[in-house]
Nanobody
């Protein structure tokens, strides 16, 4: 069964850090662009960060540049999102997605062939 599972969300104070993990089962991630997409209450989804299959291309939402870092470990079939200097406006459900599109297409237009169930990130002020 093809599955993406996110972990690492939680409640953190503003200025704190979290590391999200996205692990695949039933398929290997190394042929896919992987993205982190978030949805905050009452807002549209937005592509936070995406990374190409070979990690030679990345995309970051302007508001997270310099604070978030995406990386991938294809040997362990896992993609990470390190989130530092978190702000209350980062509060959202964060979804991991896999697609065969480019990082721009995936993160800007938000395409995904496979999706995880999401993990809640809450940043208190």
């Amino acid at each position: 069964q093809v599955q993406l599972v996110e972990s690492g969300g939680g409640l953190v104070q503003a200025g704190g850090s979290l590391r999200l993990s996205c692990t695949a089962s039933g398929f290997t991630l190394d042929s896919y662009t992987i993205g982190w997409i978030r949805r905050a209450p009452g807002k549209a989804r937005e592509g936070v960060s995406c990374i190409s299959s070979t990690a030679d291309s990345t995309y970051y939402l302007e508001s997270v540049k310099g604070r978030f870092t995406i990386s991938r470990d294809n040997a362990n079939n896992t993609v990470y999102l390190q989130m530092n200097s978190l702000k209350p406006e980062d509060t959202a459900v964060y979804y991991c997605a896999a697609s065969t599109y480019t990082v721009q297409a995936m993160c800007v237009v938000i395409f995904g062939d496979y999706w995880g169930q999401g993990t809640q990130v809450t940043v208190s002020s």
